[in-house]
């Protein structure tokens, strides 16, 4: 006889057939027929799913000392959520990340996989919830509406913790081409126009900069993750949560992660306020917008090779088309420009559901997370693939960036203190009106000799503030 492939579980709308080898129940299966929506997935997040795991163990362990959970239903629960975050039972997570319900799905996905696994271990059979059951066990002094945040909150600091040392890498391989490229001078340019001249290295010393400026943004939006509103359950006044269970839950939550996990100080205010959410999602925009300028810029300084600035050479990584032999292009810069757009987008969604909060709670908080945690894996994924197959193999043309240092009519600007305004300006106007570079011009005028000239324009000289003993001859 052939075994039954399915077990029959039932909520308040009836029966439903859920699939005898999955973890997950009833609820979850409502929560798969109802939001098919994106092909976002919650076991596509397992840092998020590891969160769901902690703040459960966390309320575990406060049930458990308060009595309302006996040891070996404490036990099992407690075995089950471990494995979860040793990234175990991963697959028995499908649900859509975008849902109805300001996350009641997930965090029932969550119940369910955990009470199941831990009949699992005591003996039971899955679906026997007598013995342990999502709701009255595993959801025991909790609501959707502050184990989902929390978990949240959880997923998304340790998403943070990687998203850093990922960002951090990609700073110091700019860093690295900033040494590098130390000695190469090169002209600057504002708003596409000849300026003054600078190094090659002080271009990638500033990309690095402005990302560690917001790197500081990014970890300071960070911090309000930590502070979690367990205990709140539906709107906030903790009804049928267990007094102490807000600070023992927070307690062992901290315990369980050893960062400084703490609980808010007003509830109510907290259970609808999702603006952490905003503040990290803006400081990812912020870096998506740099990001954005230094890859616009890396096109710029490497367009040509013939009949472009051709400053620097990009690592060739495919043919650029399917019609004009040799041609290769930019691709790198261009992906990570598009991961920009995205986070930039997300970052919109996250704002404009912020704003749709209504009484006690935000029920948009689903595609915020969810916009949250796309955007940091976007962000992890373009900044190895720019560091690893763009940045830490261009080279640069060093020669292109002399003649360009000597034809320009911007070097003009650093040599008026030496040679005085006058010759700048008689300089400047034979170069624009022939054609011909300034440098040539000051040593055909006898302004200056030649190793005069040339100590001028040494790389220290032309881009800081510096004296120089040298007179103009005429």
Same mark, same amino acid.
């Given at each position: 006889?052939?075994?039954?492939?399915?077990?029959?579980?039932?909520?308040?709308?009836?029966?439903?057939?859920?699939?005898?080898?999955?973890?997950?129940?009833?609820?979850?299966?409502?929560?798969?027929?109802?939001?098919?929506?994106?092909?976002?997935?919650?076991?596509?997040?397992?840092?998020?799913?590891?969160?769901?795991?902690?703040?459960?163990?966390?309320?575990?362990?406060?049930?458990?000392?308060?009595?309302?959970?006996?040891?070996?239903?404490?036990?099992?629960?407690?075995?089950?959520?471990?494995?979860?975050?040793?990234?175990?039972?991963?697959?028995?997570?499908?649900?859509?990340?975008?849902?109805?319900?300001?996350?009641?799905?997930?965090?029932?996905?969550?119940?369910?996989?955990?009470?199941?696994?831990?009949?699992?271990?005591?003996?039971?059979?899955?679906?026997?919830?007598?013995?342990?059951?999502?709701?009255?066990?595993?959801?025991?002094?909790?609501?959707?509406?502050?184990?989902?945040?929390?978990?949240?909150?959880?997923?998304?600091?340790?998403?943070?913790?990687?998203?850093?040392?990922?960002l951090l890498q990609l700073i110091g391989a700019l860093r690295k081409k900033g040494e590098e490229f130390a000695q190469i001078l090169k002209m600057g340019?504002?708003?596409?126009?000849?300026?003054?001249?600078?190094?090659?290295?002080?271009t990638f010393n500033g990309f690095a900069s402005v990302l560690e400026d917001a790197l500081a943004h990014l970890d300071y939006a960070s911090q309000e993750?930590?502070?979690?509103?367990?205990?709140?359950?539906?709107?906030?006044?903790?009804?049928?949560?267990?007094?102490?269970?807000?600070?023992?839950?927070?307690?062992?939550?901290?315990?369980?992660?050893?960062?400084?996990?703490?609980?808010?100080?007003?509830?109510?205010?907290?259970?609808?306020?999702?603006?952490?959410?905003?503040?990290?999602?803006?400081?990812?925009?912020?870096?998506?917008?740099?990001?954005?300028?230094?890859?616009?810029?890396?096109?710029?300084?490497?367009?040509?090779?013939?009949?472009?600035?051709? &400053?620097?050479?990009?690592?060739?990584?495919? @043919?650029?088309?399917? *019609?004009? !032999?040799? /041609?290769? +292009?930019?691709?790198?810069?261009?992906?990570?420009?598009?991961?920009?757009?995205?986070?930039?987008?997300?970052?919109?969604?996250?704002?404009?559901?912020?704003?749709?909060?209504?009484?006690?709670?935000?029920?948009?908080?689903?595609v915020m997370a969810q916009c949250c945690f796309e955007s940091a894996d976007l962000l992890m994924n373009g900044f190895d693939t720019l560091r690893i197959?763009?940045?830490?193999?261009?080279?640069?043309?060093?020669?292109?960036?002399?003649?360009?240092?000597?034809?320009?009519?911007?070097?003009?600007?650093?040599?008026?203190?030496?040679?005085?305004?006058?010759?700048?300006?008689?300089?400047?106007?034979?170069?624009?009106?022939?054609?011909?570079?300034?440098?040539?011009?000051?040593?055909?005028?006898?302004?200056?000799?030649? &190793?005069?000239?040339?100590?001028?324009?040494? @790389?220290?000289?032309? *881009?800081? !503030?510096? /004296?120089? +003993?040298?007179?103009?001859?005429?």
């Amino acid at each position: 006889m052939q075994k039954n492939l399915t077990r029959t579980e039932s909520d308040l709308l009836g029966a439903v057939e859920v699939p005898e080898n999955v973890l997950y129940g009833v609820q979850t299966m409502r929560g798969l027929e109802n939001f098919p929506i994106s092909n976002f997935r919650l076991s596509d997040y397992p840092r998020f799913i590891k969160g769901l795991a902690i703040v459960k163990l966390g309320a575990a362990e406060a049930n458990h000392q308060l009595g309302l959970l006996t040891d070996e239903v404490y036990e099992a629960i407690a075995t089950a959520c471990r494995e979860i975050m040793a990234g175990e039972h991963h697959e028995h997570f499908p649900v859509d990340m975008i849902q109805g319900g300001a996350g009641t799905t997930t965090n029932m996905n969550a119940n369910e996989v955990i009470a199941n696994r831990a009949l699992e271990l005591m003996g039971h059979q899955r679906g026997e919830y007598q013995f342990c059951s999502p709701n009255d066990d595993v959801n025991r002094s909790q609501s959707t509406n502050d184990a989902y945040p929390a978990a949240i909150h959880m997923g998304l600091y340790a998403t943070h913790l990687e998203l850093r040392e990922h960002l951090l890498q990609l700073i110091g391989a700019l860093r690295k081409k900033g040494e590098e490229f130390a000695q190469i001078l090169k002209m600057g340019r504002t708003q596409l126009e000849d300026a003054v001249p600078m190094t090659l290295g002080q271009t990638f010393n500033g990309f690095a900069s402005v990302l560690e400026d917001a790197l500081a943004h990014l970890d300071y939006a960070s911090q309000e993750f930590l502070t979690v509103n367990m205990g709140a359950t539906a709107i906030g006044t903790g009804i049928c949560a267990e007094p102490g269970y807000a600070e023992l839950s927070t307690a062992a939550i901290a315990d369980l992660t050893g960062w400084d996990v703490v609980l808010a100080k007003d509830l109510v205010g907290a259970t609808s306020d999702t603006s952490c959410m905003v503040a990290y999602s803006s400081a990812m925009k912020r870096i998506a917008l740099k990001m954005n300028k230094i890859c616009n810029d890396l096109r710029l300084l490497a367009s040509g090779p013939r009949c472009g600035l051709g &400053e620097i050479n990009l690592p060739a990584r495919q @043919p650029g088309s399917s *019609i004009m !032999p040799g /041609k290769v +292009n930019p691709v790198i810069p261009e992906v990570m420009n598009q991961v920009s757009y995205k986070v930039i987008g997300n970052d919109l969604t996250v704002s404009m559901s912020d704003e749709a909060a209504q009484m006690e709670l935000n029920a948009m908080e689903p595609v915020m997370a969810q916009c949250c945690f796309e955007s940091a894996d976007l962000l992890m994924n373009g900044f190895d693939t720019l560091r690893i197959r763009c940045i830490e193999g261009i080279t640069a043309n060093e020669e292109r960036c002399r003649d360009y240092i000597r034809g320009s009519i911007g070097i003009v600007t650093a040599l008026n203190p030496i040679i005085g305004y006058k010759n700048s300006t008689k300089i400047a106007k034979e170069a624009m009106e022939t054609g011909r570079g300034v440098y040539e011009l000051v040593l055909e005028h006898g302004i200056l000799s030649r &190793e005069e000239l040339d100590e001028v324009m040494k @790389p220290e000289n032309m *881009i800081r !503030p510096v /004296k120089l +003993n040298i007179k103009p001859r005429k």
